[in-house]
């Protein structure tokens, strides 16, 4: 959902980064909320008008456009009633009855409190400019376009979940940060694995330790991380120091956000308060590990000796020397709060390699943030590395430097996420057509 347009007209807004208190505007406290929800990442449109909607989003049954939700009364919700609004957001049902897709996070949602619903009903009434834009129908093939069996999917798998309160002598901060990570943040929409029947496998840590234990399969072309505890494709060895970086600057001693995630920090977490965001991460850090027994990563420095001396002899490693040693160094360690580390990243050691084939592929862009002006870029090796030199680079960073993952990256899984068109377009000159099968 990349929109060069976007990034142009969000640079130009101005946007309330308001501390996290009850008092102040109504409408500008929505405002804020509305930043913490990340709202305008999908409720934009192509040409950039926030809150138009119009923006597409692959999913496993098809392509779904998001809706407009500016106040216009004719394509937006400026006819909705709050109670209207809430039953939308919270339980997912459209004024007129249908069921929303649950692209739309509403089991999250259904948490927000009475007194910040409010607020994002007062802001998107009175804050937000209305936009005469008519709403996309989504590309889904019959009959699983057909709404009202969404009705039985929400009443089995999006329980009625009652808004956010907490535990009994819950610390005050911690409770702060399950509040938006479960809630407004929708943090499990990405980052819990989902069943077959596309519900999440569990809404909140009560619910099982699948909450925010990763992705189980790739949106847009990305895999989302592993968000507990886990010593090796988890925050096991992360600080609560390195999570508050990581969310406010996208970046830190460890690696640096790609993906749908540079969006998140871009448009959302950046402009949360010092002290939401770090009960954010003091809520992440509290999180057990889905695999308790995952052994500790531990550097091994035999590949960094090898390149030191010369000899690229190994499968991929001179790929490696040539594209991107320069960036992370012979012995993975990169250059700290731009160019991220190989060697010992979660998302290099994570199971799945499609985000690591994938930036090799296309690249990608971490945009300078407040506190963090600097833009850090990936380039897109895809253009000139066919599919089994992508796949031999890949291999050769998951299992170097102790990284212990396999070399199964074969130019077949290459290939197809090649011809995904979710992806970002590749730069460069060449056509990769030819390279494919060099």
């Given at each position: ?8 007209i ?8 308001l ?11 929505g405002e804020?909320?509305?930043r913490a ?36 009364k004719t394509?937006?919700?400026?006819d ?5 609004f809430?039953k ?11 069921t929303?897709y ?8 259904a ?7 409010q ?10 400019a ?13 009959p699983?376009s ?6 039985i ?30 809630g407004?943040?929708?943090c ?7 069943s ?12 099982g ?5 990763g ?15 886990d010593n090796?494709d ?12 990581f969310?406010?600057?996208?970046r ?11 969006e998140?920090?871009?448009h ?31 550097v091994?420095?035999?590949?960094a000796k ?5 000899d ?10 040539d594209?991107?040693?320069?960036c ?23 199971e ?7 930036i090799?592929l ?5 945009p300078?943030?407040k506190?963090a ?5 990936m380039p ?28 199964d ?7 197809k ?9 590749y730069q460069g000159s ?9």
């Amino acid at each position: 959902m990349k929109n060069g347009l976007l990034a142009l007209i969000l640079g130009t807004m101005t946007f309330a980064a308001l501390a996290d208190d009850n008092g102040g505007d109504q409408v500008k406290r929505g405002e804020y909320l509305a930043r913490a929800g990340d709202c305008i990442a999908c409720h934009t449109s192509k040409d950039g008008k926030p809150f138009a909607g119009g923006l597409p989003m692959a999913t496993p049954i098809g392509t779904i456009y998001s809706t407009n939700i500016t106040p216009d009364k004719t394509t937006g919700i400026g006819d909705y009633s709050y109670d209207d609004f809430q039953k939308a957001v919270r339980h997912g049902v459209a004024k007129n009855g249908d069921t929303l897709y649950p692209a739309m996070p509403y089991p999250s949602y259904a948490v927000v409190s009475d007194e910040d619903m409010q607020a994002l009903y007062a802001y998107f009434m009175h804050g937000v400019a209305p936009v005469e834009q008519a709403n996309h129908k989504s590309d889904i093939p019959w009959p699983l376009s057909m709404r009202w069996p969404l009705a039985i999917w929400r009443s089995v798998f999006a329980p009625d979940v009652k808004a956010f309160q907490p535990a009994a002598q819950e610390d005050p901060e911690l409770a702060r940060g399950r509040y938006l990570v479960e809630g407004l943040g929708h943090c499990g929409a990405c980052h819990t694995p989902r069943s077959i029947t596309m519900q999440e496998k569990a809404l909140n840590n009560g619910e099982g330790n699948d909450y925010l234990a990763g992705s189980s399969a790739p949106i847009d072309g990305w895999t989302a991380s592993n968000l507990r505890g886990d010593n090796r494709d988890g925050l096991g060895r992360w600080s609560e120091e390195d999570l508050r970086q990581f969310l406010r600057y996208g970046r830190n001693d460890h690696t640096a956000a790609f993906g749908g995630m540079t969006e998140v920090v871009e448009h959302s977490l950046q402009h949360l308060s010092d002290k939401d965001v770090a009960a954010i991460a003091r809520y992440l850090k509290s999180l057990g590990a889905k695999d308790p027994n995952q052994a500790a990563f531990s550097v091994d420095d035999a590949t960094a000796k090898a390149l030191w001396k010369g000899d690229d002899s190994a499968t991929g490693a001179s790929v490696y020397v040539d594209s991107c040693a320069a960036c992370h160094k012979t012995d993975g360690s990169g250059y700290q709060r731009f160019f991220p580390a190989l060697r010992g990243n979660p998302v290099v050691m994570a199971e799945d390699p499609t985000s690591l084939i994938h930036i090799v592929l296309a690249g990608g862009t971490l945009p300078g943030v407040k506190g963090a002006p600097s833009t850090i870029t990936m380039p897109a090796f895809g253009w000139r590395l066919n599919d089994q030199q992508v796949a031999d680079v890949v291999n050769f960073i998951r299992t170097s430097w102790g990284n212990g993952g396999k070399s199964d990256v074969t130019a077949r899984d290459v290939a197809k996420l090649r011809k995904d068109k979710t992806i970002q377009p590749y730069q460069g000159s060449a056509d990769i057509h030819q390279l494919e099968n060099q």
